[in-house]
């Protein structure tokens, strides 16, 4: 009632009541006055009071719209000093591609989190431990960096340098970092020495320098529930599978934690998952 009273008696605003009508902070509507995008009408000389009036109603409404499609305050008040279609319209051209953009951005991270979750969801289920399987699986885009790896503390300054190198993108990360034992070591019998760190790529990437390919074909895979550092152990049973069979090594072998203690502390649902190449 106190507002419809204001605006039929005077069409004068104090700073507090425009901030209510309009939904805008008062340290908001000031800090418009300082920089000059939208003063008030009329400041009292005595007292500083702020006043508004109705006549710039619409002017507010569209600093707030601009501001809703993400224009930066300069954009705003440039359009406003200028009021140029043609301005406002590459303004909003810009803005939209901007958009564009952001949704593509976050459908590729939407898509990246279905793929873990099920990952996650099917490793939980995973009852078939420490015993040799054979798989066909498609060819796979990877990230890699070749560096002999012995240690935990080898791995994560090999991890931060292909991070950086891939642009610092952390989505990329998420559950997909491995390690490969090249074909060499498997036919020696040396599985704790580990020649390149890699990332699976779920998504199309630029080729440059780190990016590889894991080639289509028949693996020799086994679940187990553990870290590297049990993993010898398997190695030698997918190595005797390998040679009871008749199969041929046919390159490096993948190592992959599909569950470990970043994602959960019990032990027991920690999941390791070697793939050795064969023909």
């Known amino acids: ?7 039929e008696m005077k069409n004068r605003f104090k700073i507090g009541e425009m901030s209510k009508l309009h939904k805008v902070p008062v340290k908001t509507l000031r800090y418009y006055d300082e920089i000059g995008l939208f003063k008030p009408i009329e400041i009292e000389e005595d007292s500083g009071y702020r006043y508004y009036s109705t006549e710039q109603f619409e002017q ?3 600093i707030n719209y601009l501001k809703f499609l993400g224009f930066s305050l300069k954009e705003i008040q440039t359009h ?6 043609g301005c406002f319209l590459d303004l909003l051209k810009k803005q939209k591609q ?3 953009d952001t949704i593509i951005r976050l459908q590729t991270i939407s898509n990246q989190f279905s793929k873990r979750i099920n990952e996650i969801e099917q490793s939980l289920k995973v009852d078939t431990l420490e ?3 054979l798989k066909h699986i498609s060819k796979r885009t990877i990230m890699c960096i070749y560096k002999q790896v012995c240690s935990d503390a080898v791995l994560e300054i090999v991890l931060r340098k292909l991070e950086n190198q891939a642009n610092g993108n952390p989505s990329l990360f998420i559950g997909k970092v491995g390690l490969t034992v090249a074909q060499t070591n498997l036919e020696q019998g040396k599985f704790d020495e580990y020649c390149s760190v890699f990332i699976v790529c779920e ?4 080729e440059s320098e780190l990016t590889k390919h894991f080639k289509a074909g028949d693996y020799a895979c086994i679940y187990f529930r553990g870290t590297r550092s049990n993993a ?5 049973m997918l190595l005797q599978f390998i040679n009871t069979n008749g199969y041929e090594i046919d390159g490096d072998s993948i190592e992959r934690m599909l569950i470990d203690q970043y994602i959960t502390t019990d032990s027991t649902l920690h999941l390791t998952e070697i793939q050795i190449p064969i023909k």
Do not use: C, G, Q
């Open 98 to 100: 901007i958009t564009d």
């Open 203 to 206: 998504e199309d990437v630029p």
């Open 232 to 236: 010898k152990r398997y190695y030698k």
């Open 60 to 62: 507010l409404n569209t």
């Open 1 to 7: 009632m106190y507002v419809l009273w204001v605006i």
């Open 131 to 133: 015993e040799p399987i």
């Open 80 to 85: 406003l000093e200028k009021r140029d279609a």
